[in-house]
């Protein structure tokens, strides 16, 4: 069974800097999908980044970019010169190849507050 | 715009009660999901339907029952209703259910209590 943690429940930084957070996966599956989202204070949920297990290269969209430590089953979500607007609760979540279901299992989710 | 509407926003409902939680998207995409998101749990994944047919349901009870009238839409029947079922559902789509790298796109939410 697949399973996706985030222990970082919550973290705060000054606007400008860089917020990193952690997560890591289990499954038994050698391709599958990795991606962050963020849900925003209103409940919107925006996806952010992609990451292609078979890829070493790590994927960077805008000022997000990942650190994907596959021998650590370990996609770290960094966020560069922070802003107050990415305050959100940052969800990892992983899917497997194959099948038909297109199932996503998301992590807990990490708060991250942007301070002024 | 959203391209994911959701309907109702809020939903009070009463225990025993029976209510139908609308999702449509124009987005143009052939698979759809619904996901359920409790206080303090993660985002659950609850069913998923490609081209109108049903996929895969993780749902331990039958009295989610999700309905497909038109390809782009995907309501959630929800009978019986607990204060156990006091979540927001949202709904998702993407391009195809089994093209695994595709990101699902979420809907603004449904939020139900149930009293």
């Not at chain 1, 962050?36 to 960077?60: C, H, M, P």
């Not at chain 1, 990415?86 to 991250?112: I, P």
């Not at chain 2, 025993?16 to 359920?36: D, F, P, T, V």
Request: neutral net charge.
């Amino acid at each position: 069974a697949q399973k996706v943690t985030q222990t970082q429940t919550s973290i705060s930084v000054m606007e400008k800097t860089t917020v990193t957070m952690d997560c890591v996966y289990e499954t038994q599956d050698s391709s599958y999908f990795l991606f962050w989202y963020k849900q925003t204070a209103s409940g919107e949920i925006v996806f952010l980044i992609r990451q292609d297990s078979y890829k070493k290269e790590n994927a960077t969209v805008g000022h997000y970019s990942l650190n994907f430590q596959k021998p650590k089953s370990s996609i770290g979500l960094i966020i560069t010169a922070t802003q107050i607007e990415d305050s959100a609760v940052y969800f990892c979540a992983m899917r497997n190849t194959g099948g038909l279901s297109g199932k996503l299992t998301f992590g807990e989710g990490t708060q991250v507050t942007v301070i002024s | 715009d959203p391209k994911i509407i959701q309907k109702p926003k809020y939903l009070v409902a009463v225990t025993g009660s029976e209510k139908i939680l609308i999702c449509e998207q124009y987005l143009g995409h052939n698979a759809m999901y619904w996901y359920r998101q409790s206080a303090k749990k993660p985002l659950e994944f609850m069913f998923s339907y490609s081209y109108q047919k049903l996929m895969d349901n993780q749902t331990a009870s039958s009295r989610f029952q999700p309905q497909s009238s038109k390809k782009n839409h995907l309501d959630l029947q929800i009978t019986a209703l607990k204060p156990d079922d006091s979540a927001t559902y949202f709904c998702a789509s993407s391009q195809d259910a089994e093209y695994n790298n595709q990101a699902p796109l979420f809907g603004e939410g449904t939020r139900l209590s149930v009293l």
